[in-house]
């Protein structure tokens, strides 16, 4: 290492002016095998296969044992792709938490899994029999499986080498897979569970369906993006009025069947009149079956006065509308002049279809639309009316469930197309397989304008959402699927419930428990839970474990759940020796019911389970199963915790199953504290694309810089927060890496030259290092806190700020004469290295979480060893005499005072009245008492690093350099008086007094003398 004093010399320099009066031997320099440049790229791969070699995990295990155990548990990444530069971060989050846990004195574990099932797996295989020309419909279930679960298996080894070579560290040589054997079972356990409890149920609701894949999505499984729609203003003529029916007490009781209701013609203030509805989607017109409003919007009668005559909207018609949107409806018609006739209340008015008695449709459309109050109907956008189709949105469906209003129509199919018996538009496409808008759309907007039912169209874009594995957009569809309830009384193994006791209520006392990191998670999920509708956890596809359950049906559209205690075993133990395949070969039903039932009369349930529920079971499958991850938590009294860490959007996604699922099967959350992180984006902060060109590989990074550089980006980023990277940044972050380094390498090479037996007690020791020492008792503190809170940007902070500007740029600065000039006995000196011994065994441990290749690197470099290493070191324990905040307070004043002097030599520098500072001896002006008490107590040319120095009890001159923001000091630059040390330097008018060493000074004569004796005394 090449490093510049403060005094303007470099040590080769000052090496190379000694050698010529033969000093260069006596000095004692840095020395170290240490590499300045670090190589990394080369170096950390031997360092992982050295891990390897002496099975550093093993004895992370064994140092750990008694300790109370930290479980990093590992959410699943999907086992489809190399990794990208989001999983990096993930995984050296985690790898942080495990190993700065271990060094607070946890047993730190952490086994790696991955999520194997589901249909980002099944495309990959679809695709590879499509471009063999391979039809999948006629592959049998159980081969295309064992396809899946090979194709998984393949990747699973590629991440698996690229997560190790980030560093990261744990049981790689047994993760956990959630389409291994035992976990497909443990699985199959889990959903009867739910059967048992009585919350899982067939039910026939809207969900979100992906045309383009043929299976309903949870809300984890969709984004959402900008998208644009049609959107159309639609005539709903009123037909009827709704009188109230009267109890015996003449309170209102309800209103009459809209079946019932008295013709329009009896009511001459609505007669003519038509509600008017806005939609996005046209194509959900045919499954209208109601029209909602709202009871805290004003409405009324508007009648058309001016309109072009080719115009939707005709002069004298009359449309009731909210208030505050009939401008903004009128524009979007075309309309330029209306009335408002009178106010209105929707509560009792009944409408027809806008395509009732439409010819070709035959009477399908020819029933009463009755107007009902709806809590989601506001007026901010539209028309103050919201078309209710039930089959195809979740605030239509359960409205017209609460209104009764009848059975829900279906009226699109799986493949996005009108069923056949949909008139006028039976195969019209809502969708096609690619995800595009089809014709539907346009067919219903052709019959509306045809039947005198279309005021306006118009187009909007707005975010909607779309599968997050195919990206197109999804429709809303009524479907048979299997649900986990949310709001139904958990059943007791005897059939008893506890009211309220809900797996909503649960889950939201349980989040309450949990630490959040950052806090605002708390609130997300707690919404999330709040507002969430009954869990679909069924999904019509082949590659994953199986609703394993058996039914009957009632004849009234609902299913009896068999519940059978020795079906349930046979079909776990099943799926434990051959995996869920089993549940799909030649005579699985007879298998599995036995001779006990009929295989005629209970039909299997093919349909597999939502991927989410998979990973929100790997609890069960891994934390309870395996020694090493068994914990004993608080709301056993145990002092354990368990940790999940995932990007932000798992609020929605894997906490989430977790929670529901652990709060269904065990009454509690299955974890005790949750960290989230945000994205990764560029350094302008858009999102990465390949078509962009602004993606950063992890793979590219390592190869060019290594792994720490990765490692010190993420500490050293706000990750509750959106990250960015790029070339500049990383730049920047090799930059400080660099400094970091080249800190490591000065302490190695001082380091060479301690002994032990040399030490010198604290008692003894200098201020300076007593102070270093206080600092050290600090950081201790900062670091604990900041690695025991999550918060590895404070750990970065602060140890960089330590290392750069009070180790390299102060105390280094400031001692680096008396370490490379003092004599062998100098108290100074030895009580230096001492402090430098202290200082690397802290350091150096500390950083090991946040750069771990670095960190073992150094470590072994000092400590050659076959089998030791830095990760199987707890963080040292502080001596309590080494806080000294007196002697802190005394020295942030004496380096006010040095920031003042250090500013007036480099005026001095500029104007080139000195090159070193050894040059110059300030005479320093204080005139505040505590400043000048603090500085009188040390020796301010060794602090100031000048060759002598004079301290003033006044203001000093009025040229006198001063800062404004060190009131009461002044410096006057003077050069030092005498000759230039031939050793050391410095100037002094000793040099010359020792007849033996004429051209050093007395100190430097002695530490010649010192080394001579010492050389004689080896030989």
């Given at each position: 290492?090449?490093?510049?004093?403060?005094?303007?010399?470099?040590?080769?320099?000052?090496?190379?002016?000694?050698?010529?009066?033969?000093?260069?031997?006596?000095?004692?320099?840095?020395?170290?095998?240490?590499?300045?440049?670090?190589?990394?790229?080369?170096?950390?791969?031997?360092?992982?296969?050295?891990?390897?070699?002496?099975?550093?995990?093993?004895q992370q295990r064994k140092e750990g044992e008694g300790r109370p155990r930290f479980v990093l548990h590992d959410g699943p990444p999907y086992a489809n792709g190399n990794i990208h530069i989001g999983h990096a971060l993930n995984k050296i989050l985690k790898d942080v938490v495990?190993?700065?846990?271990?060094?607070?004195?946890?047993?730190?574990?952490?086994?790696?899994?991955?999520?194997?099932?589901?249909?980002?797996?099944?495309?990959?295989?679809?695709?590879?029999?499509?471009?063999?020309?391979?039809?999948?419909?006629?592959?049998?279930?159980v081969e295309f499986r064992q396809e899946c679960r090979a194709f998984a298996e393949g990747w699973i080894d590629v991440q698996r080498a690229e997560f190790k070579r980030l560093g990261v560290e744990g049981d790689w040589s047994h993760p956990y897979v959630t389409m291994s054997y035992d976990a497909e079972a443990q699985i199959a356990r889990e959903?009867?569970?739910?059967?048992?409890?009585?919350?899982?149920?067939?039910?026939?609701?809207?969900?979100?369906?992906?045309?383009?894949?043929?299976?309903?999505?949870?809300?984890?499984?969709?984004?959402?993006?900008?998208?644009?729609?049609?959107?159309?203003?639609?005539?709903?003529?009123?037909?009827?009025?709704?009188?109230?029916?009267?109890?015996?007490?003449?309170?209102?009781?309800?209103?009459?069947?809209?079946?019932?209701?008295?013709?329009?013609?009896?009511?001459?203030?609505?007669?003519?009149?038509?509600?008017?509805?806005?939609?996005?989607?046209?194509?959900?017109?045919?499954?209208?079956?109601?029209?909602?409003?709202?009871?805290?919007?004003?409405y009324a009668v508007y009648e058309v006065t001016e309109a072009p005559a080719d115009n939707w909207a005709k002069v004298g018609e009359h449309f009731i509308l909210a208030d505050k949107l009939a401008g903004e409806v009128f524009k979007a018609a075309r309309v330029t002049g209306w009335e408002r006739r009178r106010q209105v209340d929707p509560t009792h008015l009944v409408c027809a279809h806008p395509l009732a008695g439409v010819e070709g449709t035959k009477g399908y459309f020819d029933f009463p639309v009755p107007v009902v109050a709806g809590d989601f109907v506001t007026d901010e956008t539209g028309t103050g009316f919201v078309h209710i189709a039930p089959g195809h949105g979740a605030d239509d469906f359960n409205l017209y469930i609460a209104e009764r209003l009848g059975e829900v129509p279906h009226t699109v199919g799986p493949d996005g197309r009108y069923y056949d018996h949909v008139p006028l538009f039976a195969g019209h496409r809502v969708m096609d397989d690619k995800g595009k808008d089809g014709d539907a759309n346009d067919a219903v907007i052709k019959a509306l304008a045809a039947a005198d039912k279309l005021i306006a169209r118009g187009r909007l874009k707005h975010q909607y959402p779309h599968s997050w594995r195919s990206k197109a957009p999804v429709i809303f569809r009524n479907t048979p699927q299997w649900f986990i309830a949310m709001d139904k009384d958990i059943a007791a193994a005897d059939g008893s419930?506890?009211?309220?006791?809900?797996?909503?209520?649960?889950?939201?006392?349980?989040?309450?428990?949990?630490?959040?990191?950052?806090?605002?998670?708390?609130?997300?999920?707690?919404?999330?839970?709040?507002?969430?509708?009954?869990?679909?956890?069924?999904?019509?596809?082949?590659?994953?474990?199986?609703?394993?359950?058996?039914?009957?049906?009632?004849?009234?559209?609902?299913?009896?759940?068999?519940?059978?205690?020795?079906?349930?075993?046979?079909?776990?133990?099943?799926?434990?020796?051959?995996?869920?395949?089993?549940?799909?070969?030649?005579?699985?039903?007879?298998?599995?019911?036995?001779?006990?039932?009929?295989?005629?009369?209970?039909?299997?349930?093919?349909?597999?389970?939502?991927?989410?529920?998979?990973?929100?079971?790997?609890?069960?499958?891994?934390?309870?199963?395996?020694?090493?991850?068994?914990?004993n938590?608080?709301?056993?009294?145990?002092?354990?915790?368990?940790?999940?860490?995932?990007?932000?959007?798992?609020?929605?996604?894997?906490?989430?199953?977790?929670?529901?699922?652990?709060?269904?099967?065990?009454?509690?959350?299955?974890?005790?504290?949750?960290?989230?992180?945000?994205?990764?984006?560029?350094?302008?902060?858009?999102?990465?694309?390949?078509?962009?060109g602004n993606v950063v590989a992890p793979q590219e990074v390592i190869k060019s810089s290594g792994a720490d550089i990765l490692r010190l980006w993420v500490c050293a980023s706000d990750y509750s927060d959106d990250l960015r990277i790029g070339p500049e940044i990383l730049k920047t972050t090799v930059e400080t890496y660099r400094k970091l380094r080249n800190t490591l390498r000065w302490l190695l090479g001082s380091l060479h030259h301690y002994r032990e037996a040399e030490r010198i007690a604290y008692a003894d020791m200098p201020a300076l290092e007593r102070m270093v020492l206080h600092r050290l008792v600090e950081l201790d503190?900062?670091?604990?806190?900041?690695?025991?809170?999550?918060?590895?940007?404070?750990?970065?902070?602060?140890?960089?700020?330590?290392?750069?500007?009070?180790?390299?740029?102060?105390?280094?600065?400031?001692?680096?004469?008396?370490?490379?000039?003092?004599?062998?006995?100098?108290?100074?000196?030895?009580?230096?290295?001492?402090?430098?011994?202290?200082?690397?065994?802290?350091?150096?441990?500390?950083?090991?979480?946040?750069?771990?290749?670095t960190a073992e690197e150094t470590w072994l470099s000092r400590f050659p060893s076959e089998t030791g290493s830095v990760h199987l070191v707890t963080f040292p324990e502080m001596p309590a005499k080494w806080r000294d905040?007196?002697?802190?307070?005394?020295?942030?004043?004496?380096?006010?005072?040095?920031?003042?002097?250090?500013?007036?030599?480099?005026v001095e520098r500029a104007a080139k009245r000195i090159g070193s500072s050894l040059e110059a001896a300030p005479v320093i002006h204080v005139t505040d008492p505590n400043l000048f008490a603090a500085v009188s107590a040390v020796d301010l040319a060794e602090v100031c690093i000048t060759s002598d120095a004079h301290l003033v009890p006044d203001e000093g001159p009025?040229?006198?350099?001063?800062?404004?923001?060190?009131?009461?000091?002044?410096?006057?630059?003077?050069?030092?008086?005498?000759?230039?040390?031939?050793?050391?330097?410095?100037?002094?008018?000793?040099?010359?007094?020792?007849?033996?060493?004429?051209?050093?000074?007395p100190r430097d004569a002695m530490a010649l003398r010192e080394l001579a004796a010492a050389r004689r005394a080896a030989e």
């Open positions: 290492m090449t490093s510049r004093n403060s005094d303007g010399r470099s040590e080769n320099e000052a090496a190379g002016e000694s050698a010529a009066r033969d000093y260069s031997s006596t000095l004692f320099l840095p020395q170290t095998d240490f590499p300045m440049r670090a190589g990394l790229p080369q170096r950390e791969p031997e360092l992982l296969a050295r891990w390897e070699r002496i099975d550093l995990y093993g495990v190993r700065s846990q271990g060094a607070l004195g946890h047993d730190s574990n952490y086994v790696p899994g991955w999520d194997c099932h589901g249909l980002p797996i099944e495309w990959k295989i679809e695709e590879q029999y499509r471009a063999k020309g391979k039809n999948k419909d006629e592959v049998p279930v959903i009867v569970k739910f059967a048992g409890n009585g919350l899982l149920y067939r039910g026939s609701k809207p969900v979100m369906w992906s045309v383009v894949e043929r299976t309903a999505l949870a809300e984890a499984e969709v984004e959402y993006h900008d998208h644009t729609s049609t959107t159309i203003y639609v005539k709903f003529p009123v037909t009827g009025y709704r009188e109230s029916d009267a109890t015996a007490g003449g309170l209102p009781k309800g209103l009459k069947p809209a079946s019932e209701a008295d013709d329009i013609h009896l009511f001459p203030s609505y007669e003519g009149a038509s509600v008017v509805i806005w939609t996005t989607t046209p194509w959900t017109i045919p499954g209208n079956r109601a029209v909602a409003f709202s009871k805290d919007v004003t419930s506890t009211k309220g006791d809900t797996l909503r209520a649960r889950a939201l006392g349980g989040i309450a428990g949990v630490d959040w990191v950052p806090a605002s998670g708390e609130n997300r999920i707690t919404g999330m839970i709040e507002n969430r509708p009954d869990w679909v956890v069924s999904r019509q596809r082949a590659w994953g474990v199986p609703i394993a359950v058996f039914v009957k049906d009632r004849g009234d559209g609902t299913v009896e759940i068999l519940r059978d205690e020795q079906v349930n075993r046979r079909i776990a133990d099943a799926f434990a020796a051959e995996g869920a395949d089993a549940w799909y070969k030649e005579g699985a039903a007879r298998r599995f019911l036995g001779n006990d039932y009929d295989a005629n009369e209970w039909t299997k349930v093919d349909d597999i389970l939502d991927v989410w529920f998979d990973s929100g079971s790997t609890h069960a499958f891994t934390l309870e199963v395996r020694a090493d991850l068994k914990v938590r608080a709301f056993t009294g145990g002092p354990d915790r368990v940790m999940y860490l995932e990007g932000s959007d798992q609020h929605r996604g894997w906490f989430h199953s977790s929670l529901l699922e652990s709060c269904g099967t065990r009454g509690r959350p299955p974890y005790d504290v949750v960290l989230t992180h945000g994205f990764v984006l560029d350094e302008q902060g858009r999102k990465m694309s390949k078509s962009v503190a900062t670091v604990r806190e900041a690695y025991a809170a999550f918060d590895f940007k404070r750990v970065n902070a602060a140890l960089t700020a330590f290392m750069t500007s009070e180790l390299s740029a102060f105390y280094f600065d400031v001692r680096k004469d008396a370490l490379y000039c003092d004599p062998i006995s100098s108290v100074t000196r030895r009580a230096c290295l001492t402090v430098l011994d202290e200082v690397f065994n802290r350091l150096v441990v500390w950083l090991a979480p946040i750069l771990p290749f905040d007196t002697l802190a307070d005394e020295w942030r004043k004496i380096r006010l005072v040095r920031r003042v002097v250090l500013g007036a030599l480099e009025s040229g006198a350099f001063r800062l404004p923001d060190v009131p009461g000091v002044a410096v006057v630059a003077a050069k030092a008086v005498g000759e230039k040390c031939a050793r050391s330097w410095k100037i002094s008018p000793l040099v010359g007094t020792d007849p033996e060493f004429p051209d050093v000074t």
